[in-house]
C-alpha cells in the first residue's frame, strides 16, 4: 500500500480543509489529534480493539494513548517522514465513525 495515492503528502491548506471533515480534531507537531472520552476504561479498550482490523487491513495504525477513560488518538505517517496523509484523515473517520457508532451516555 506504500504506494498508493493515499499516501502522497498533504499541505497546510489540504490539512485545514480536511480537519473540516473531522470536527474536533486539530493539527499541531506534524499530527492529527483528538481526544475521545468513554463512560469507563472497558468502554475505551473495546473502541481500540474493534479498530484493529481496520488499521491493519489500510496498513495504518494510529498512536494511542489511554487515560483511564480517555484516549487521545494521533495520526501521522512515518513512512513519509511523520507527515499527515489522506490515509490519516481515513483512519481519523474511521475512529469516528466507531465512536458514534456506540453511542456513549457519559
Request: proline fraction near 4%; glycine fraction near 2%; hydrophobic fraction near 35%.
Amino acid at each position: 500500500m506504500e504506494t498508493d495515492l493515499d499516501l502522497q503528502i498533504l499541505n497546510q491548506d489540504q490539512i485545514e480543509k480536511k480537519l473540516k471533515e473531522v470536527p474536533g480534531w486539530k493539527y499541531a507537531n506534524k499530527k492529527i489529534s483528538k481526544t475521545f472520552l468513554f463512560p469507563s476504561f472497558k468502554e475505551a479498550i473495546v473502541l481500540i480493539n474493534d479498530l484493529q482490523p481496520f488499521s491493519d487491513r489500510i496498513d495504518h495504525h494510529p498512536d494511542i494513548h489511554i487515560y483511564y477513560k480517555k484516549i487521545v488518538f494521533e495520526l501521522q505517517r512515518f513512512s513519509v517522514g511523520g507527515k499527515v496523509t489522506e490515509r490519516d484523515f481515513t483512519v481519523a473517520k474511521e475512529i469516528e465513525r466507531l465512536y458514534a457508532s456506540k453511542n456513549y451516555k457519559l
